[in-house]
Every structure is written in C-alpha cells, then in structure tokens.
C-alpha cells in the first residue's frame, strides 16, 4: 500500500486546518482512507474539487500530502506539488466555464445560502471589473476566495487566456508555497497549522486594506476632479 503509516493524529488536523472536515466526521474518515488508498490522484482530486466552486478541503490535503512526503518517503514532494498545482489549474478552469455558462443564474439563486447575497455579489463584479487578474492570482491563498473566484470571475466573463495566465502563476506558486511548507514542518504539524491560519488571516487583511486604499484614492480623485471642475465653472460664470 502506498501509503502504509497515516499518522494517527490525522483526524483531528484535517479538522483544524477547513471548517467543513471539522464539522464532517465522515468526511475526514473519507479523505484519511482516500489517502491512505490513492495517494497522488486524492491531492488532485481534492484540489479541483475545491477549485471548481465546490467547499472542500483540498488545501488540507496538500498539507498533509506533502508532511507525509517528508516523514516517510512514501511520496515525492515534487509529485505532491504537480499534483496540487495541476488539480488547481484543472479545477480553476472548470470552475470559470461552470461561472461562464450559467454562474450568473446560479449565484443569484443559490449564493444567499452562502454568504454571497445580491448587495455582495456586485461590489465583488465592480471589484473584478478592476482588478480581475490579481484576484485570481491573491484569491488561492484565500480559503474562501480559493473556492469561488473562478467561478465568479467566469461569471464576470473575464478574458480566459488572461485568466489562465494568472491562474498558472497562483496555482503553481501556492503549490510550491505550501508543498514546501508542509514538507519541512511535516514533523511538527500544529507549528505548521498556526503558521498556515496567521497566513491566511495576513492574507486576508492585506486584501481589505488594500481595497480600502484603492477605494480612498479614487474618492480623493473624484474629489479633486469635482473641485477643479466647479472653480472652472465659477470662472467661466465671472
């Protein structure tokens, strides 16, 4: 069997690591004998199931892949990594054409049971409207965002080749990120699980403020533009 020594504290990490493995006991059984049972195809699997729009703890499996590359030799880290970067690109793709074809109708009908009302759902088009190919880019190491965006940014009917360039950038460097990241702290697990959660949270923040910024700019221009136009006007009046 590929994978002959699962840890026996992998239960209790694939539920700290994604909010629905530690909801779903019998999802963590599944993943630990998908594992167990299919090594390489489950990273892959689990990955592009969770990139095409689908909440799933395909990051989970990635980490836990890649500290079992480490600690046993089962696994080359490197086929870890290929695997993760190629679910992701392969899921992310099919998520923008699910987004493409009917993900308008879909998030209209559906998104509310999940967060992404009407109100929300158009600042997210106004924002990708701007800054489309960073949000793919940023949103991998987003767990939220990892799951949605390229059906939303289908949905958007964003360029596909623009897409798939950043796509390509983010999944191959988010594989590689955290490929890495779960091979050297593979003996030390819970380091690794806070390490990843202050990411996240880093992530996250950097996002708002950023949008924030953006946001005050373009009032600060509009601003100015106003003013300028109403002395224009003053003078043209004298």
Known sequence: MLLHAVPIYLPSILAAFHPLASSTGTLIIFLEKALIDYGYIIVFC???????????????????????????????IYGVIACAAGGAMTGDSLGY??????GRRL???????????DQRYERVQGYLKRHGGKAVFFGRFVSIARTWIAVLVGAHHLNYMQFLLYDILGAITWATLYGSLGYVFGSN??????????????????????VV??????????????????LGNLSDDQ
């Open 97 to 102: 054409w699910i987004g493409r074809e009917g």
């Open 189 to 210: 697990l819970p380091l690794l699980e806070q390490w990843v959660k202050r990411a996240g949270i880093t992530v996250a923040i950097c996002a708002v403020l950023a």
């Open 213 to 230: 910024v953006l946001l005050y700019l373009r009032w600060k221009r509009k601003k100015a533009e106003k003013m300028s136009h109403d």
């Open 107 to 117: 998030i209209r009908r559906y998104g509310k049971y999940v967060g992404l009302t």
């Open 46 to 76: 689990a990955i592009m199931i969770e990139s095409m729009g689908v909440p799933f703890p395909g990051e989970t499996m990635l980490l836990i892949a890649s500290a079992y590359a480490a600690s046993s030799g089962a696994l080359s």
